[in-house]
């Protein structure tokens, strides 16, 4: 079995960082792989760079003068020539499987172009949508360029459906809800599928030892609002997250802030921050310094950090938004607020401050989570699914 995967980097996002842990989590004989990318900081003869850094970066930015035209930033076009793969290429594998291919990654016409299985794993809404990668979460008046092009890359999808070879696999419940909504999708094709989590990596370590690795010296709880992209990208809601904590007492916990551009935050509340960096154990460290996770995102799939967070015993406050209520269980192991509500979320935020270890006991005894992330499991799960379609 010889499997190209395929998404635009190995070590940004969660998207692409899921990519990257199906694609390790499928290390055994029977399987040929390669992971093909637009940019890597990996020493893998297994994962190969497409294209060169300058004209791979160009291709990321020559779309953004149309981005603004339409005012969204959160679309891919996918209409450059890419050269993606060769000949050769298009003939050795066996499934070629697609993650997180926005950005110009590789264009649609030459997705459509490729005559074996295509799966696509769904780390969001794109592939069923036009250019959006999550549909209108900000609920905003699209103008006349945003409904031309979005129709254009709408009817260049519809080419890829016509075909009968290809596959999707959804990490939540909610994201094959959404996708089977869709009429011009084969519904059969649908596998769920949820991400994989390294428990060797993301596990419960002791809180004091690792506040002292970090130096954090605060006797306060510490909540954590933590991501890989830039701190005020709308859709992960920090705005929200700076109304909600202005009902809440400076004296019960400091907020501790992650991610890029920390530097820049401003919030009317006791934090310290630190930037991200690309080191899944890193992560882990500060999950684990702190005393539960703040996840105020508008618009998600089944986020990797909410996943890894309770597979650290940490609860979580979130709203009701996509996969979200598959792992968390309202005033169980977090608590769910309704979304946008800006009210119920400082509730959120006062009930885990007060029930934080009682939630955190309620993880370490929940099998069904661990059942739901076990990497074993996933791991088969993925290997059938694939050897399903080549014996079709």
């Known amino acids: 079995m010889k499997i190209a995967f395929i998404s635009n980097t190995d070590h940004k996002g969660g998207a692409d960082l899921s990519a990257k842990k199906i694609f390790n989590l499928l290390d055994q004989k029977k399987i040929q792989k390669y992971f093909f990318v637009r940019f890597s900081i990996t020493k893998n003869k ?6 060169n850094n300058f004209l791979n970066k160009l291709r990321s930015v020559l779309f953004i003068p149309f981005k603004k035209l339409i005012n969204e930033k ?40 490729i005559n074996k299985p ?9 592939l069923f949508s036009g250019g959006e990668h999550y549909f209108n979460y900000l609920k905003k008046k699209r103008n006349f360029f945003f409904r031309i092009l979005n129709k254009i890359i709408i009817k260049k999808k519809e080419f890829i459906f016509k075909k ?63 991501t890989a992209t830039h701190i005020n990208d709308p859709r992960k809601g920090f705005d929200l997250l700076q109304k909600s904590l202005q009902k809440i007492k400076k004296k019960n916990f400091e907020l501790f802030i992650v991610g890029s551009n920390t530097e ?12 991200l960096t690309n080191s899944k154990y890193e992560v882990a460290k500060i999950i ?42 309202h005033k169980f192991n977090g608590y769910l607020a309704k979304p946008f509500n800006k009210d119920d979320f400082s509730q959120g935020i006062t009930y885990v401050l007060k ?27 993925y290997f059938n699914f694939f050897q399903e379609i080549i014996n079709n």
């Open 355 to 381: 029930n934080c270890k009682k939630l955190s006991n309620n993880i370490s005894k929940d099998k069904y989570f661990k059942k739901h992330i076990d990497e074993n499991r996933i791991k088969k799960e």
């Open 46 to 51: 297994k994962i190969i760079i497409v294209g």
């Open 288 to 329: 684990n310094c702190s005393d539960f996770l703040l996840f105020p995102s508008k618009a998600d799939n089944l986020p990797n950090v909410v996943l890894e967070s309770l597979a650290c015993n940490k609860p979580v406050v979130a709203y009701d938004i996509g996969g979200v209520n598959e792992v968390i269980k």
């Open 264 to 275: 820049r935050v401003e919030i009317n509340h006791s934090y310290f921050s630190k930037n």
């Open 118 to 126: 295509l799966v696509f794993i769904l780390h969001d809404q794109w």
């Open 74 to 113: 959160d679309f891919s076009f996918n209409l450059l020539p890419s050269f993606f793969f060769t000949k050769k290429q298009k003939k050795k594998f066996d499934i070629f499987n697609f993650n997180w291919i926005g950005s110009e990654t590789i264009s649609l016409n030459e997705i459509k172009e």
């Open 164 to 226: 009968k070879n290809y596959y999707f696999v959804c990490p939540s419940l909610w994201m094959a809800k959404k996708l089977r909504q869709n009429k011009r999708i084969n519904i059969k094709n649908i596998k769920i599928i949820p991400y994989p989590i390294d428990k060797k990596i993301f596990k419960p370590i002791s809180q004091i030892k690792i506040r002292k690795k970090l130096k954090i010296n605060t006797r306060k709880k510490i909540g954590l609002f933590i």
